[in-house]
C-alpha cells in the first residue's frame, strides 16, 4: 500500500532565464542524516547528496536533452509530503518489504535550444541512506527525449564496479582505468576509503536500459541510454543512489526498488517459484548404461528425478521444436506427453523459446501464439532467448517495451517467464508482474561452454544480484568429469562440491533457481544434495552478511524459523569467523554444515566433502575453514 502525505506548496518563484533567482532547496531522509539539495543555477538543475554532513556526491547536473536540444528550466512551484510504501508477497528474497521519504516534487516549466516549450515534474525522494528522482515531462506532439545526468563522486580516487553481460564483471577500476568509449552496464558501484554508492533504476517502462559512460578528464560518470520517442507524455524511470558502508549493506538496501516499482493487478497466485532441473548440459551423458538424449525417454526420466526430490519443475532447452517452426515438436519427443506426465507427477514444465526459427522459415509467429499454444499443452513457464538478438531487431527503447510486452502476454496465459542473453535488467518489474521470474544478466555457469572461476562466482554474487534475481544455473556435482561431457565447459571447471551448493544458495532468491547438472549425479551424492532439496521455495528475510568483491561472500536466508546460509570463496580460501546475530536471542539451535574437508582444493580435489553438526546460539561465532575455491552451506533449526 502507497501512502502520500501533502504538508506544503511552495508558490513559484523563478522566471524564465533569471540567474538572480538561483536557489538551494533542502530534502532530508526520515532520519535526518541524509540531505539533498535541489539546485538551481542559471536556468540549470543539480543535485548533491550528503550524509551525517559528509559528502556522497558532489554538485551534479540533472540534464535533459528535448528532441536532440538542451533543455533549460525554471521552477514553478515546489510541493512536499512524506512517501512511504509497504507491500507483502510470496516471492522472492522477502515476504514484506516496507520503505518511506520525505519527498518533494518540483513543478518545471522549459525550453530547449530550439524554443519549444516543455513541461515536466521533478520528483525527489530521500529515503534514510538513499536517494531516488524521476522526470515526467509533458509536451504536445510526438517528442524525443534523452536524459544525460552526470554523477560526481565525492572522492577522485573511487574505484569502479560493472556488470559485463554474459562475462566476468569488471571491477577494482579507477576513472583513469576505464575505456571514455564504452557504455557501461548497471547497477555501478564506486567506493572510496569511506563509503560504496549504488547506482540503478527502477520502474523502467517504454525508456531504454540505462547505460554508464565516463567522463576520465573531469572526473564524473553520466547516463546514457540513447533517445526515446514518446506522444505527450514521457514518463522516466527511477535513478537510484544508495550508499553504504560495504557491499553487504548495499545488498540489504537494494529492496527500494520494488518499493518504487508499481503494484501488480490481477491474480497471481498461480506462480510458484521454485527449483527445476535442466536437460541442456547432460544431453550426451551416459549414466549406467543409459545414455540422455532429445527425446521423450530422457525427458521423463528427468521428471522422475524432479518429482523423487520435490523439485517444482524440469526444463526443456533448445531444438525440442523443428528449425522452423516453434509450434512443432521434433518426432523425437512426444511434447504433450512430456508435459501431461510433468504435471501427473507433480513437476511443472517450461519450454524454451528463441527466434532462430526465423533464419529458415522468414516469418517470425505472434508471441501470443506461442504463449497461447504452449499453455494450452499445459506449460508452467517459458524461458525466452536472444530477444532482439535472432529475428526482429529492436531499438534500446524498442526492446524495452517488447520485453515487458512479452511479459505481460505471458500472464495472460498463466505463464512464468525467465529472459537469457542480454535481457533487460528490469529491477522490481517482478513487483509488478510477479510471473517475471528471473533473468540471465550475468555469465551463467557454463555459458558458451565456459567455467567461470571461483573469483567470477564472487564478483557475480556482488555486483550481478544488486540488480535482482539471476539464473545463474548453478550446482555441478561431478566435478571431476564434466569437462568430459557432450556439452561441458571448454576450460577447466574449477570449484568444489561444498562451493557449488553455496553458490546455489546464494542465486537461489526466492524465484526460478535452475539445477545444472544430472539427476544421477545428485543422487550419487545424496547426502550433499539433501541440502538442496531442503531448499524453500522463496524466504520470509535475506541477509546478506559478510561480502568482499575480491574475496568472498556470505548470504543467510530464513524460511519460517529456520535460516538457511551460504558461503563461497575465491581462489585463496580462507578461515572465517562469523557473527550469528541473526539468529534469535536465548535459542539454542542445531547446525548442519555441509563443508569442504581438510583436503579439499578447487583444482587438486574437488569432490572431497564432509558434513558435520554443532549447536550455536545468536551469541556464537562460527569458526570454517574454507579451501581455496571452496565454501560452504549450513542449516539452521531452532532445538
Given at each position: 500500500?502507497?501512502?502520500?502525505?501533502?504538508?506544503?506548496?511552495?508558490?513559484?518563484?523563478?522566471?524564465?532565464?533569471?540567474?538572480?533567482?538561483?536557489?538551494?532547496?533542502?530534502?532530508?531522509?526520515?532520519?535526518?542524516?541524509?540531505?539533498?539539495?535541489?539546485?538551481?543555477?542559471?536556468?540549470?538543475?543539480?543535485?548533491?547528496?550528503?550524509?551525517?554532513?559528509?559528502?556522497?556526491?558532489?554538485?551534479?547536473?540533472?540534464?535533459?536533452?528535448?528532441?536532440?536540444s538542451?533543455?533549460?528550466?525554471?521552477?514553478?512551484?515546489i510541493?512536499?509530503?512524506?512517501?512511504?510504501?509497504?507491500?507483502?508477497?510470496?516471492?522472492?528474497?522477502?515476504?514484506?518489504?516496507?520503505?518511506?521519504a520525505?519527498?518533494?516534487?518540483?513543478?518545471?516549466?522549459?525550453?530547449?535550444?530550439?524554443?519549444?516549450?516543455?513541461?515536466?515534474?521533478?520528483?525527489?525522494?530521500?529515503?534514510?541512506?538513499?536517494?531516488?528522482y524521476?522526470?515526467?515531462?509533458?509536451?504536445?506532439?510526438?517528442?524525443?527525449?534523452?536524459?544525460?545526468?552526470?554523477?560526481?563522486?565525492?572522492?577522485?580516487?573511487?574505484?569502479?564496479?560493472?556488470?559485463?553481460?554474459?562475462?566476468?564483471?569488471?571491477?577494482?577500476?579507477?576513472?583513469?582505468?576505464?575505456?571514455?568509449?564504452?557504455?557501461?552496464?548497471?547497477?555501478?558501484?564506486?567506493?572510496?576509503?569511506?563509503?560504496?554508492?549504488?547506482?540503478?533504476?527502477?520502474?523502467?517502462?517504454?525508456?531504454?536500459?540505462?547505460?554508464?559512460?565516463?567522463?576520465?578528464?573531469?572526473?564524473?560518470?553520466?547516463l546514457?541510454?540513447?533517445?526515446?520517442?514518446?506522444?505527450?507524455?514521457?514518463?522516466?524511470?527511477?535513478?537510484?543512489?544508495?550508499?553504504?558502508?560495504?557491499?553487504?549493506?548495499?545488498?540489504?538496501?537494494?529492496y527500494?526498488?520494488?518499493?518504487?516499482?508499481?503494484?501488480?493487478?490481477?491474480?497471481?497466485?498461480?506462480?510458484?517459484?521454485?527449483?527445476?532441473?535442466?536437460?541442456?548440459?547432460?544431453?550426451?551423458?551416459?549414466?549406467?548404461?543409459?545414455?540422455?538424449?532429445?527425446?521423450?525417454?530422457?525427458?521423463?526420466?528427468?521428471?522422475?528425478?524432479?518429482?523423487?526430490?520435490?523439485?517444482?519443475?524440469?526444463?526443456?532447452?533448445?531444438?525440442?521444436?523443428?528449425?522452423?517452426?516453434?509450434?512443432?515438436?521434433?518426432?523425437?519427443?512426444?511434447?504433450?506427453?512430456?508435459?501431461?506426465y510433468?504435471?501427473?507427477?507433480?513437476?511443472?514444465?517450461?519450454?524454451?523459446?528463441?527466434?532462430?526459427?526465423?533464419?529458415?522459415?522468414?516469418?517470425?509467429?505472434?508471441?501470443?501464439?506461442i504463449?497461447?499454444?504452449?499453455?494450452?499443452?499445459?506449460?508452467?513457464?517459458?524461458?525466452?532467448?536472444?530477444?532482439?538478438?535472432?529475428?526482429?531487431?529492436?531499438?534500446?527503447?524498442?526492446?524495452?517495451?517488447?520485453?515487458?510486452?512479452?511479459?505481460?502476454?505471458?500472464?495472460?496465459?498463466?505463464?512464468?517467464?525467465?529472459?537469457?542473453?542480454?535481457?533487460i535488467?528490469?529491477?522490481?518489474?517482478?513487483?509488478?508482474?510477479?510471473?517475471?521470474?528471473?533473468?540471465?544478466?550475468?555469465?551463467?555457469?557454463?555459458?558458451?561452454?565456459?567455467?567461470?572461476?571461483?573469483?567470477?562466482?564472487?564478483?557475480?554474487?556482488?555486483?550481478?544480484?544488486?540488480?535482482?534475481?539471476?539464473?545463474?544455473?548453478?550446482?555441478?556435482?561431478?566435478?571431476?568429469?564434466?569437462?568430459?561431457?557432450?556439452?561441458?565447459?571448454?576450460?577447466?571447471?574449477?570449484?568444489?562440491?561444498?562451493?557449488?551448493?553455496?553458490?546455489?544458495?546464494?542465486?537461489?532468491?526466492?524465484?526460478?533457481?535452475?539445477?545444472?547438472?544430472?539427476?544421477?549425479?545428485?543422487?550419487?551424492?545424496?547426502?550433499?544434495?539433501?541440502f538442496?532439496?531442503?531448499?524453500?521455495?522463496?524466504?520470509?528475510?535475506?541477509r546478506?552478511?559478510?561480502?568482499?568483491?575480491?574475496?568472498?561472500?556470505?548470504?543467510?536466508?530464513?524460511?519460517?524459523?529456520?535460516?538457511?546460509?551460504?558461503?563461497?570463496y575465491?581462489?585463496?580460501?580462507?578461515?572465517q569467523?562469523?557473527?550469528?546475530?541473526?539468529?534469535?536471542?536465548?535459542?539454542?539451535?542445531?547446525?548442519?554444515?555441509?563443508?569442504?574437508?581438510?583436503?579439499?582444493?578447487?583444482?587438486?580435489n574437488?569432490?572431497?566433502?564432509?558434513?558435520?553438526?554443532?549447536?550455536?546460539?545468536?551469541?556464537?561465532?562460527?569458526?570454517?575453514?574454507?579451501?581455496?575455491?571452496?565454501?560452504?552451506?549450513?542449516?539452521?533449526?531452532?532445538?
Amino acid at each position: 500500500m502507497n501512502k502520500v502525505y501533502l504538508s506544503f506548496i511552495l508558490l513559484g518563484f523563478i522566471l524564465l532565464h533569471s540567474c538572480s533567482k538561483d536557489f538551494i532547496e533542502n530534502i532530508k531522509s526520515p532520519d535526518g542524516l541524509t540531505i539533498c539539495n535541489v539546485e538551481a543555477d542559471c536556468d540549470s538543475l543539480y543535485l548533491k547528496v550528503s550524509y551525517k554532513n559528509k559528502s556522497v556526491i558532489k554538485k551534479s547536473s540533472l540534464i535533459l536533452n528535448v528532441d536532440s536540444s538542451f533543455v533549460s528550466w525554471n521552477i514553478e512551484e515546489i510541493s512536499s509530503c512524506y512517501w512511504e510504501d509497504t507491500f507483502s508477497q510470496r516471492i522472492g528474497e522477502n515476504s514484506f518489504l516496507k520503505s518511506a521519504a520525505n519527498e518533494k516534487i518540483f513543478n518545471l516549466t522549459g525550453k530547449n535550444a530550439k524554443g519549444s516549450k516543455i513541461n515536466a515534474k521533478l520528483f525527489v525522494r530521500v529515503f534514510n541512506k538513499t536517494i531516488a528522482y524521476r522526470f515526467i515531462i509533458v509536451k504536445d506532439g510526438t517528442f524525443k527525449v534523452e536524459e544525460k545526468s552526470s554523477i560526481y563522486p565525492a572522492s577522485d580516487n573511487s574505484y569502479f564496479y560493472f556488470p559485463n553481460g554474459e562475462y566476468e564483471p569488471i571491477g577494482n577500476k579507477t576513472l583513469a582505468d576505464l575505456n571514455k568509449k564504452k557504455k557501461y552496464f548497471t547497477p555501478v558501484v564506486w567506493n572510496d576509503d569511506r563509503q560504496y554508492i549504488k547506482l540503478h533504476e527502477a520502474s523502467v517502462h517504454n525508456y531504454p536500459e540505462m547505460k554508464i559512460g565516463v567522463d576520465k578528464k573531469s572526473q564524473f560518470i553520466y547516463l546514457y541510454s540513447g533517445e526515446a520517442l514518446f506522444e505527450n507524455n514521457a514518463e522516466l524511470p527511477w535513478r537510484i543512489l544508495s550508499f553504504a558502508d560495504d557491499w553487504a549493506e548495499l545488498h540489504n538496501s537494494k529492496y527500494i526498488s520494488y518499493n518504487l516499482s508499481k503494484p501488480s493487478e490481477g491474480d497471481f497466485s498461480w506462480v510458484k517459484p521454485g527449483l527445476s532441473s535442466w536437460d541442456w548440459r547432460v544431453r550426451g551423458c551416459s549414466f549406467d548404461g543409459f545414455r540422455y538424449e532429445l527425446n521423450t525417454e530422457s525427458l521423463k526420466r528427468f521428471i522422475d528425478f524432479s518429482s523423487r526430490n520435490g523439485i517444482d519443475y524440469f526444463l526443456i532447452d533448445a531444438h525440442w521444436y523443428e528449425d522452423d517452426n516453434p509450434l512443432l515438436p521434433v518426432k523425437s519427443v512426444d511434447i504433450k506427453e512430456v508435459i501431461n506426465y510433468g504435471n501427473n507427477n507433480n513437476v511443472g514444465i517450461w519450454l524454451y523459446y528463441d527466434l532462430g526459427y526465423t533464419k529458415k522459415s522468414g516469418k517470425e509467429v505472434d508471441f501470443e501464439k506461442i504463449a497461447k499454444t504452449y499453455s494450452g499443452w499445459g506449460a508452467k513457464g517459458i524461458k525466452y532467448g536472444f530477444l532482439g538478438a535472432i529475428g526482429t531487431k529492436y531499438t534500446p527503447q524498442g526492446k524495452v517495451s517488447k520485453t515487458e510486452e512479452v511479459i505481460k502476454i505471458a500472464g495472460k496465459y498463466k505463464l512464468m517467464i525467465d529472459f537469457h542473453d542480454n535481457p533487460i535488467p528490469f529491477s522490481g518489474l517482478e513487483r509488478t508482474y510477479p510471473n517475471y521470474l528471473s533473468r540471465e544478466y550475468c555469465h551463467a555457469q557454463m555459458d558458451r561452454r565456459t567455467a567461470f572461476s571461483p573469483s567470477g562466482f564472487v564478483k557475480m554474487a556482488c555486483i550481478n544480484l544488486l540488480a535482482g534475481a539471476i539464473d545463474q544455473t548453478n550446482g555441478i556435482y561431478e566435478l571431476n568429469k564434466i569437462k568430459e561431457r557432450e556439452r561441458g565447459p571448454k576450460n577447466d571447471y574449477n570449484s568444489t562440491i561444498a562451493s557449488e551448493n553455496a553458490r546455489v544458495l546464494v542465486t537461489h532468491t526466492g524465484h526460478l533457481t535452475v539445477l545444472i547438472d544430472a539427476p544421477e549425479a545428485y543422487e550419487n551424492k545424496s547426502e550433499m544434495f539433501d541440502f538442496i532439496k531442503q531448499l524453500p521455495k522463496c524466504w520470509d528475510e535475506s541477509r546478506y552478511l559478510d561480502m568482499d568483491f575480491n574475496s568472498h561472500v556470505t548470504v543467510a536466508r530464513r524460511n519460517v524459523d529456520t535460516w538457511f546460509l551460504g558461503t563461497v570463496y575465491n581462489e585463496n580460501g580462507g578461515k572465517q569467523k562469523l557473527k550469528l546475530d541473526f539468529l534469535d536471542d536465548n535459542v539454542q539451535y542445531e547446525v548442519t554444515l555441509y563443508k569442504d574437508s581438510p583436503n579439499s582444493h578447487y583444482v587438486n580435489n574437488k569432490e572431497e566433502y564432509e558434513i558435520v553438526k554443532t549447536f550455536v546460539s545468536s551469541k556464537s561465532v562460527l569458526s570454517v575453514d574454507i579451501a581455496p575455491g571452496g565454501g560452504y552451506s549450513a542449516i539452521f533449526r531452532k532445538i
